[in-house]
């Protein structure tokens, strides 16, 4: 009888995985196919059990798709680009790109470790030349498309340093590296044009029906689509008008003021004699300098133009203020206030005393006198009824917009509208470590687009890292000075580079054709792909990424690359592990009583042991990095991927706990103790001579409910109740291996092909140990009979006028005559009955008996 030393097969394991390529998939290859994905990693060198839980839920879905029988594709590449190895270059003098490539390997050694199984023959890291080529060709399509194009856009900018600053490197308005007081700078950026998609990306969202309910909110709400009208209101003193936007034409009679974004372009000619003039503008500065959320959340601060607009309705003046919570980026820059009905309006009505004018009254009940408004009525279905309001007076809400937008349009003063919250993707970078934008400056050609052929314009890596003024490349000689490729004249590269959102965007297609240098894919490929069929990340992606790649899938499908809308047909987003419920790490010693499942040296230990000091160490995130390679070193790989799927529902948060961990690792001990011993009794009679007959009747149903359940629960992502229901399987056989060893081979195969997404390792082990033929990943995935899975007796429920008044056992199949004559016997049934008239019998085929009594 050998042991469970997980040491001795993980490695031996992992190794004929990779030796067979049991990933490779052969994309033309026919059958019906499943596109695993989970969202590529950014390369930062360290995995900790958190991310396990992402990967290794991948690794399941994989193993058990294709024992399913699908052919099943799972690629893995790196998202290689980004700030953190341009950092690691300054700090510690390692080239980006060498540093990117060494975490590259040590991720996919750990990988490795954990048993995942990727399709390596079309890993992608974004950094290499192979890959960016393609974003590059993907820009010029986007910019022959007039879906690129150049604008201006502030960026932070540290004086001291010279250079733009990411979000992330402006800690309190301050430059993270140097401490100089960051300003905004205006420069011309590249922009790709996702607002022209932002009717098509809102209405997609439609179609997920199995994507989460929250991302699609969140992305609506990103979206934010808006109906409503755009209206002029006169200005006399500047013999034009402003353009307002409203949700809300209906409240047009209420508008008693108007406020611009101090950005407006009206400003300047709005305030030009104005008395305080100076001390407007300087708060106008002060407010450039808050973000749109500061504006919006925090004080709602004003100042009068001192002048005045002509509410086109009412005919009535209203003066013209500037005030923060006005975005410039949104609609116009302009709204017509109507305090009555809108609270921020309200309070800034109440703050600075101005007329509020009550437009709208709760089911005709007669209006408040604005004096007496404690907030802002903003009910708009068909309760609240419009009053004041001339032509509209006495429509319910939905009705007056309508009445009230076609007045508008007839009059010429304006016209229905639809807006967007979303803006244009800023995808300009001023850094080195990311893809080169290919466009070139000429003084007579103006902006000339690189000619494919010349792709890809490759990143130069003779770069020095100061940190200092600003980006490496507009320093690169070699680099910046070309010939303009139309008329030969000495010209300028462009020196931006791409936000790395680009690259995520599309690469889920790239894999399809990962070594094609002709093309970006194929499209006859890509088309039979797509779309991912489980595509699996973190709910931080939940709005950009998500948004960015339906965005560029929409693009090529209009550049005719592929056929798909959206690239993502289900998704999932794995919640995090936690370390509440974790030791204290600061004792760094922990005494667990291992017990029985300790094993050094191949021989029990029974003492207690130390916490490796690494397994508590938390990250400076508020999630531990319980390193997975001390986790398998002590209990292999197969006890963490049970750990991490049994410890929760995966789109719950879990708390870390080693009693969890080593729970899961002597359930692994148990099934394999009980493989030895049923190998050992099935030595006493050969395999053959066992008929199916001789298997336990319990065992033979319990082994059929099992493949049965714990199927649909992988596909319903409810793998923790599927590794309950194999250990309930599992103690089953247990009970039975004492008398009956010889006939539980089968039940047991099953068992070990139904936990092998779970614990590979260990499963292929035990396949090779019971003498099975090939890998047990390559073996057909169990079948359940139903007529084997059908219990000898089913409970029926019995109620007396609806209520519950006892249970009957019946045998199985439950055949409704033999049920009836049961109640008819039933004590308790009986006492209910008793003296009354049964007048009628509902019966709920094999649930439920209803007797109606008087
Ligand atoms: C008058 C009004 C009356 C409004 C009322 C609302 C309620 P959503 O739904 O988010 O699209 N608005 C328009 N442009 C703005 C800007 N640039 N900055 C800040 N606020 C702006 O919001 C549209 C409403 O937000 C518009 O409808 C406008 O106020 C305001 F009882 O117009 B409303
Ligand atoms: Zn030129």
Not at 65 to 88: H, T
Not at 432 to 437: A, F, L, Q, R
């Amino acid at each position: 009888m050998t042991q469970y030393l997980p040491k001795d097969i993980e490695e031996k394991w992992q190794q004929r995985w990779a030796e067979a390529k049991v990933a490779e998939v052969d994309v033309k290859a026919a059958g019906d196919k499943f596109y695993m994905l989970n969202m590529f990693p950014y390369p930062s060198g360290d995995l900790h059990v958190g991310h396990g839980r992402n990967y290794i839920l991948g690794d399941v879905l994989f193993r058990f798709f294709r024992m399913k029988g699908r052919v099943s594709l799972n690629p893995m590449g790196w998202d290689a680009f980004g700030l953190p190895a341009e950092n690691a270059a300054i700090k510690r003098g390692i080239h980006p790109r060498e540093w990117t490539l060494a975490n590259i390997q040590r991720m996919k050694k750990q990988f490795a470790r954990w048993g995942i199984l990727y399709d390596w023959s079309k890993e992608v890291a974004s950094c290499e030349p192979t890959y960016y080529h393609w974003n590059q060709w993907l820009f010029l399509k986007l910019y022959e498309k007039g879906l690129a194009y150049r604008g201006k856009a502030p960026v932070n900018w540290c004086p001291q340093d010279l250079t733009v600053l990411a979000n992330e490197q402006v800690v309190d308005g301050r430059c993270e590296r140097c401490g100089a007081e960051v300003v905004q700078k205006e420069l011309e950026q590249w922009f790709f044009r996702i607002t022209d998609y932002a009717d098509r990306l809102d209405a997609g969202l439609d179609t997920l029906e199995h994507w989460p309910d929250k991302v699609k909110t969140m992305q609506r709400n990103w979206i934010g689509r808006s109906v409503g009208a755009d209206v002029e209101f006169p200005v006399p003193t500047l013999g034009k008008s402003i353009r307002i936007f409203t949700t809300r034409p209906d409240t047009i009679f209420g508008a008693t003021f108007m406020v611009l974004a101090p950005e407006h372009p009206d400003v300047a000619g709005l305030i030009a004699d104005h008395p305080d003039r100076a001390a407007i503008e300087s708060w106008i500065g002060q407010v450039r300098n808050q973000s749109n959320l500061e504006r919006q959340e925090s004080g709602k601060e004003g100042k009068f133009t001192g002048k005045f607009a002509v509410n086109p309705f009412t005919k009535e003046e209203i003066p013209i203020w500037l005030g923060n919570f006005v975005l410039m980026q949104y609609g116009t820059g302009a709204i017509m206030s109507v305090p009555a009905h809108d609270q921020r309006d309200f309070e800034f009505a109440r703050q600075y005393k101005l007329p509020i004018k009550v437009v709208i009254s709760g089911a005709r009940a007669t209006p408040p006198a604005p004096d007496d408004l404690e907030e802002a009525f903003t009910a708009k279905d068909d309760s609240a009824v419009i009053v004041n309001s001339g032509l509209i007076n006495d429509l319910a809400v939905p009705a007056a917009i309508d009445r009230i937008s076609d007045e508008i349009e007839r009059l010429g003063i304006g016209k229905k509208t639809i807006r967007y919250r979303l803006r244009d993707w800023l995808i300009s970078r001023q850094r080195y470590w990311g893809t080169p934008i290919p466009m070139i400056y000429c003084a007579g050609c103006g902006l000339v687009p690189v000619p494919e052929r010349d792709l890809p314009v490759e990143l130069p890596l003779d770069v020095p890292f100061t940190g200092r003024e600003g980006n490496p490349l507009a320093k690169h000689e070699a680099f910046v000075n070309v010939k303009c490729p139309k008329c030969g004249a000495d010209s300028k590269r462009e020196t931006d580079t791409m936000d790395t959102f680009v690259d995520s965007s599309w690469y889920y297609a790239r894999f399809i054709s990962a070594r094609d240098n002709e093309k970006i894919f194929d499209t006859k490929l890509v088309n039979r792909w797509l779309p991912v069929d489980q595509y699996i990340g973190g709910i931080e992606h939940a709005i950009l990424h998500l948004l960015y790649a339906r965005f560029i899938c929409r693009a090529m499908h209009d550049l005719g690359l592929l056929e798909h809308e959206e690239p993502f047909r289900r998704l999932f987003n794995q919640a995090m592990i936690t370390k509440e419920g974790y030791r204290d790490p600061s004792a760094n010693m922990a005494w667990v009583a291992l017990g029985d499942v300790e094993w050094r040296d191949g021989k029990p230990y029974r003492g207690p042991v130390e916490l490796v000091p690494e397994m508590g160490k938390m990250s400076k995130s508020r999630f531990n990095v319980v390193a997975p390679d001390e986790l398998i070193d002590r209990y292999g790989a197969d006890t963490q991927r049970v750990y991490t799927l049994f410890i929760a529902p995966p789109e719950k948060e879990a708390a870390w706990s080693d009693e969890g961990v080593i729970g899961a690792y002597r359930f692994l001990g148990r099934v394999w103790n009980l493989g030895q011993a049923i190998l050992g009794g099935a030595r006493a009679t050969p395999p053959a001579s066992v008929p199916h007959a001789s298997i336990p009747p319990t065992v033979l149903r319990k082994t059929h409910q099992t493949i049965d359940a714990v199927g649909r629960r992988i596909e319903r992502f409810e793998f923790n109740t599927a590794v309950s229901a194999l250990m309930e399987l599992s103690n089953t056989l247990g009970d039975h291996v004492a008398e009956h060893a010889g006939s539980l081979r089968e039940p047991y195969l099953a068992l070990l092909k139904m936990l092998h997404p779970f614990a590979p390792h260990m499963t292929e082990e035990l396949w090779e140990a019971f003498g099975e033929k090939g890998m047990i990943l390559t073996s057909p995935w169990p079948e359940a009979d139903p007529a084997l899975m059908q219990e000898d007796v089913v409970t029926i429920v019995v109620q007396v006028n609806g209520k519950l008044r006892g249970q009957i056992e019946v045998p199985n199949p439950p055949v409704e005559s033999v049920i009836m004559g049961e109640v008819q016997k039933n004590e308790r049934v009986r006492s209910w009955i008793e003296g009354k008239q049964v007048v009628k019998t509902i019966y709920v085929p094999g649930k439920l008996v209803n007797l109606v009594v008087r």
